[in-house]
């Protein structure tokens, strides 16, 4: 069964610095997110992206985030200058065309440890 | 703007009985509904979904959800609960956008 496959597992990574979250989406889905868990939390939508652009955004995606696409097969998520409150996990997921009334595909998640 | 509140932090109930998890959502019209399961350590599956037509919708593991318009609910039950079921159970919420928004979730534990 196809799924969607996220690297790293686990980061630590210091203050400042920059995290590059790696995922590969479904090979035929069209739609695909970011969402964030902090430990204990609600899972948070972070950012959609459709047709190699974003199509929506929450609050939480500001200028430290950004989305990319760079081989048609990888999606990833970086956060440019971590702060200690992006210390979460972070799933990826993925969706086939048509309707918004498909199911999200998720990956296992990266938890992301900022010190 | 549209939410989706699962009113219970966490519930317990003992093997073998009946289980059923709230969720309730504000939108003006019907959006699509999903309840997701989340075992430790893993991502978020897919139980079941509700776009339109017959309210009671069956999922995989012997859950179903039922959805109630005038109580703008989609209550997730399962009539005999397992040792495996323990996890925990999101509600969620697209109305027809890119986002698809989760409730805080429930955790679920079963005792022996």
């Known amino acids: 069964e196809p799924e969607v496959t996220q690297t790293p597992s686990h980061q630590v990574t210091q ?20 969402y964030r868990q902090i430990l204990g939390q609600k899972v948070e939508f972070l950012v959609s992206f459709y047709n190699n ?16 696409r760079p081989d048609g097969s990888n999606f990833t998520l970086k956060i440019r200058s971590t702060k200690l409150e992006d ?6 997921a993925s ?10 595909f998720f990956g296992e998640g990266s938890r992301l440890t900022v010190l | ?9 966490h ?10 998890l709230r969720c309730n959502y504000s939108y003006g019209a019907t959006p699509y509904l999903f309840w997701y399961v989340q075992s430790p350590g893993q991502g978020l599956q897919l139980l079941l979904k509700y776009f339109s037509g017959d309210t009671l919708v069956q999922g995989i593991k012997g859950f179903e959800a039922e959805f109630k318009r005038s109580q703008s609910s989609f209550n997730l039950r399962k009539p005999s609960v397992h040792w495996s079921d323990a996890a925990e159970y999101f509600c969620a919420v697209n109305t027809g956008g890119f986002k698809t928004i989760f ?8 005792k022996a």
């Open chain 2, 1 to 9: 703007a549209q939410s989706v509140t699962q009113p219970d932090i």
């Open chain 1, 95 to 104: 969706r086939a065309g048509g309707a918004n009334t498909g199911e999200l």
């Open chain 1, 87 to 92: 210390s979460a996990m972070y799933f990826c």
């Open chain 2, 11 to 20: 519930i317990t109930v003992s093997e073998g009985a009946s289980l059923e």
């Open chain 1, 15 to 34: 203050m400042g610095q920059e995290v590059i979250l790696r995922c590969v989406p479904i090979s035929n889905h069209l739609y695909f997110y970011w």
């Open chain 1, 53 to 68: 652009e974003i199509s929506e955004k929450s609050e939480i995606f500001d200028d430290q985030f950004s989305v990319e």
């Open chain 2, 103 to 110: 409730g805080a979730g429930t955790r679920l534990f079963v």
